[in-house]
Structure formats: C-alpha cells, structure tokens
C-alpha cells in the first residue's frame, strides 16, 4: 500500500470515528443510537467505499475525491469548534476536532496529487484548456454538491447551546415538558392574565420581543428551547423539520395550566418558527390562532417557488437545493416538510396572520403563495422596506397594534 493510500484512508477514520461517536457512541441528550441509523450508517458507508476505491482510481480521480472529501471532514468538524465555544468542549467534541486537520490532510492530499498526476506532454494550449475546463466542473461540483452538503450537516448539528439573557419584562416560571417522541424541552412561561396564552416560537431569543408585548397586555406566554438547542434534549435542525412535535407539546403543557383556558391558545413564529407554527396549526385544531412571520423556504418544492426570473439561475437553484434536502433527509433522520402552500388550507376556520418583508432576499416573497392558499379568515401584512423579521423595528406601534389586536379578536373571546 502506497503513502498516499494510507494518508487517505487515514484521514476518511478519523472522520469516520467522528460520525460513529456523534451517531452511535455519544448520541444527542434524550436520543440514542438506533434515532441515528440513517445519519450515521449511510455517511460511513460511504467514507469506506471510499477508502476501498481509493487506490483502484486513475490519479485525477485520486485527487479529486481527496479535494471532495477535506472540506466534508472540515464541516462534520465544526460542530465541535462552536459548542467548544459555547459552553466548553466535551463528548463528541474530542473526534471532532480531529476531523478538521482530517480534512485539511485531505484537501492538501488531493491537490499534490493532482498536480503529480498531471499531463505533462502534448499540445500545451489544449492541456491548459483541458485544466481549465475540468477547475470549472470542479467549481461547479463544488458549488452544486459540496457546499449543499457541508451546509446541510452544519446547520443539523450546530444550534444555540446556552440559555440568552431574560429580558421578557415580566415575572415568568421555569418550565419542562415531553414532546410525542420522549424529549424533554425546557423554557419560560409568563402566567396569564387574562385566560389565554400565546406560543412564542422558536427558541427563547428572538421571541422575547414579541412575548414581551403580549405579555404586557395580559397573555400568558411561553418560550422555550425547541429540540437540540440551549437547555433542550434532541438533534438540532435549523430547518425545523419535525419541529411541529415542539409546537404539539407545548399545546399540552399550557392545556394543563389552571391559569389558561384550554380553548384560548395561540401562537406566534418567527422565521422558521412561523413555519413550524403554520404546519402544527395546520395538523392540530387545539391551535386557535396563528401569526407566521417571516416563513419561507424549507423544502424544495418551497424554494421551486421562488421566482429567480432566469432559468439558468433556475436550474442551478434546483440541482443545489435538492442535493441539499436529500443530505438534510439523510443527517436528521427526518422526512422533509411539506410545502405549506398544501397545508396551510388546512388551518381554516381558524384565523391565520402572514407578516412578511417581501424585499429581504429571505424568500418572505412566498407568504403570497400561502396567503393566496389559506382560506378565511386571514390576513397579510407585507413591510416592504423591512429586513428579516424586521416588522418589529420598522413599524414597532403597528407592529403592537396588529400582533395584540389579531389575538384580541381570535382568544379573548370564547372561540365560535
């Protein structure tokens, strides 16, 4: 076996012994080994169908899975710099960090090998060409394949690790409750004043400023850590797939307060938040009202509906973001979301509100899709010159006005 071989087989077990620990060894609090079959046996088996074909491959084809490879050790690899950084290293965290310099070994393997095995006689203008053409299909590849799937890891396993500041305003409660499948989520409630309650969702940073407002004029509300992130057990996942099991249980946890009318609760998302909160109100009527801002894209057949108003840029689009799902569907462990356009139907008669910055380049465009799908009675409020679930800093007395008028009208009255 030659140096090279064993350089990259090498590397491919350090990464290898990182997704096996992540996976199987040192799980997710409140998950285990056999929530990982498919996050963790379908990467290592690739990594050593890899390490096989290694030597069996022409020097080009050497190279270039080297180069392919470095910067997925680097990604599986960050995971353990952020919570590093965060709260200090432990667990997992250890193999981690060696699958970075896995990676860097990788990416250097592969470009000394291709330039070792590179052409050196023939027509010089035609093998400059020939170079050139194959860095652009390497570009390509990169852009369309490997950067979707580095991205997808990275965003399905890092996640805010520690609890923010409280800045609610109000006197609240530690709280826990049980998600469907056993997790155990942990967050604040702000006791009701007026019998009903408002969701604010997800997580407990961002929310504060909307909870604030609705708890200032009586509603109880709740914020918690959605699975994977600060104090709550699970795999983290920034697209939220799954995550209307959080939504589900934090409607159970407010049916048992003595302080709530069990036919009186609400929610409120933002960003992702907002779309789990439209697929949860859409599969469950113990959600009596809904406010969603800032949803966009979470699925492919979301992100197909943004008008990129160039088919190339389209089709790009298209090959990139399906690469990106189907990784995503492979490190979670989870189907992909529906497209809400399909669901959103769904939640009538009860009322939906859609706030959205349709110029923030976030794909808030799409809530005319799901405005023109819902059915009454239901409302959108479109901010033009705002960012990112920026509703509240530019118009911040509409903002008040709207959000606690839409659960005046929805909760403090006994629902029809």
């Known amino acids: 076996m030659d140096s090279t071989t064993k350089l990259f087989r090498l590397a491919t077990a350090l990464i290898g012994l990182h997704i096996a620990d992540d996976n199987f060894l040192q799980p997710e609090a409140g998950t285990s080994a056999g929530d990982h079959l498919v996050s963790g046996l379908v990467p290592l088996a690739l990594l050593a169908l890899a390490a096989w074909g290694f030597p069996r491959l022409s020097g080009a084809g050497r190279g270039a899975l080297a180069l392919f490879l470095g910067p997925f050790g680097i990604a599986t690899g960050i995971e353990a710099v952020h919570y590093a950084n965060q709260v200090g290293a432990s667990g997992d965290d250890f193999t981690g960090f060696l699958a970075i310099p896995a990676g860097l070994l990788l990416i250097g393997l592969g470009a000394v090998t291709l330039w070792r095995t590179r052409r050196t006689e023939g027509n010089r203008p035609w093998r400059y060409a020939r170079r050139a053409l194959l860095g652009a299909t390497g570009l390509v590849a990169a852009l369309l394949i490997l950067f979707p799937i580095g991205f997808a890891y990275v965003v399905t396993h890092t996640a805010r690790a520690v609890v923010p500041d409280n800045e609610l305003g109000a006197a609240c409660e530690n709280v826990s409750f049980r998600t469907s499948d056993g997790l155990e989520l942990k967050g604040w409630y702000v006791p009701s004043k007026n019998g009903a309650a408002v969701i604010s969702f997800p997580g407990r940073k961002g929310s504060q400023r909307p909870a604030r407002i609705l708890a200032r004029h009586g509603y109880g509300v709740l914020l918690f850590d959605r699975r994977g992130e600060g104090e709550s057990e699970g795999d983290p996942n920034a ?20 302080d709530v009318d069990p036919q009186r609760i609400g929610g409120i998302g933002l960003s992702v938040g907002g779309e789990m909160m439209l ?3 859409a599969e469950t009527d113990e959600l009596k009202a809904v406010i969603s801002e800032g949803a966009g894209a979470r699925s492919y057949s979301d992100s ?65 899709g799901f405005y023109a799908a819902a059915h009454e009675p239901k409302a959108l409020w479109e901010i033009p010159e705002a960012k990112h679930m920026g509703a509240i800093d530019e118009r911040p007395a509409e903002y008040e006005r709207r959000v606690v008028g839409f659960f005046d009208d929805a909760l403090r009255r006994p629902p029809v």
């Not at 697209?239 to 407010?254: E, N, P, S, T």
């Not at 990129?308 to 799902?325: E, Q, S």
Request: without cysteine; hydrophobic residues 40%; aromatic residues 4%.
């Open 239 to 258: 697209f939220g797939w799954g995550g209307d099991r959080d939504v589900k249980a934090a409607i159970d946890y407010l049916q048992t307060r003595s």
């Open 279 to 281: 697929e949860a109100a």
């Open 304 to 368: 197909m509906d943004e008008d990129t108003g160039d088919p190339v840029n389209t089709a790009l689009t298209a090959a990139g973001t399906a690469v990106r799902v189907g990784a995503v569907t492979v490190f979670t462990n989870e189907s992909p979301a529906p497209n809400l356009k399909d669901v959103v139907g769904r939640i009538a008669p009860r009322p939906i509100l859609l706030i959205a910055a349709p110029n923030s380049g976030a794909g808030e465009e799409l809530n005319r």
